[in-house]
């Protein structure tokens, strides 16, 4: 094989490593520390919290039998809900960074919005797992009394990527 075939061949070979390793690694998405910082998170805010978790698969099962609950959406209005919801959602937004007090006004809302029923099941989400939002919407449910609570992690872009349905705010 002359020289340059051989150069040649080297320089495809890279090229081509190059791009399977870019593929993979956008395939995989985030690196496994950064995978682990996201779980050490939400394991940490959902024992402080106090509620439970519902995966994708559970609460589409849910949903799909009727089950008697609340699914509160967290995200803005304008941005996020309006655009697109889980069916049935209704919308309270909460900031991304925990609450460490609950206003008056806040607290009024979120009973007016959650009801006198603090045995329903009550689930909250936001937009995807690394979200703040519904850990706090969770969590202030628990410390109002709420027995049922629980956070979906995946959001409205895990509800999407399943392909289960959305609506939008009309």
Same mark, same amino acid.
């Given at each position: 094989?002359?020289? #340059?075939?051989?150069?040649?061949?080297?320089?495809?070979?890279?090229?081509?490593?190059?791009?399977?390793?870019?593929?993979?690694? *956008?395939?995989?998405?985030?690196? =496994?520390?950064?995978?682990?910082?996201?779980?050490?998170?939400?394991?940490?805010?959902?024992?402080?919290?106090?509620?439970?978790?519902?995966?994708?698969? =559970?609460?589409?099962?849910?949903?799909?039998?009727?089950?008697?609950?609340?699914?509160?959406?967290?995200?803005?209005?304008?941005?996020?809900?309006?655009?697109?919801?889980?069916?049935?959602?209704?919308?309270? =937004? *909460?900031?991304?960074?925990?609450?460490?007090?609950?206003?008056?006004?806040?607290?009024?809302?979120?009973?007016?919005?959650?009801?006198?029923?603090?045995? #329903?099941?009550?689930?909250?989400?936001?937009?995807?797992?690394?979200?703040? #939002?519904?850990?706090?919407?969770?969590?202030?449910?628990?410390?109002?009394?709420?027995?049922?609570?629980?956070?979906?992690?995946?959001?409205?872009?895990?509800?999407?990527?399943?392909?289960?349905?959305?609506?939008?705010?009309?």
């Amino acid at each position: 094989m002359s020289k #340059r075939k051989l150069i040649s061949v080297f320089v495809c070979s890279t090229i081509i490593m190059l791009m399977l390793g870019a593929a993979m690694a *956008f395939a995989w998405g985030d690196s =496994e520390v950064d995978t682990e910082k996201t779980a050490v998170t939400f394991a940490r805010e959902a024992a402080k919290g106090g509620y439970q978790i519902v995966t994708t698969d =559970e609460l589409k099962k849910w949903t799909d039998s009727q089950k008697h609950l609340l699914i509160v959406d967290t995200m803005p209005f304008e941005d996020s809900y309006k655009k697109q919801h889980i069916p049935g959602a209704v919308q309270l =937004e *909460f900031p991304k960074e925990e609450m460490t007090t609950l206003s008056d006004k806040m607290k009024e809302t979120l009973i007016g919005v959650l009801g006198a029923d603090k045995d #329903r099941t009550i689930v909250f989400y936001c937009g995807f797992t690394k979200c703040g #939002r519904s850990h706090n919407g969770a969590m202030w449910a628990v410390k109002l009394g709420y027995k049922n609570v629980y956070r979906y992690p995946g959001g409205i872009k895990a509800w999407a990527e399943a392909k289960y349905p959305v609506e939008a705010a009309k």
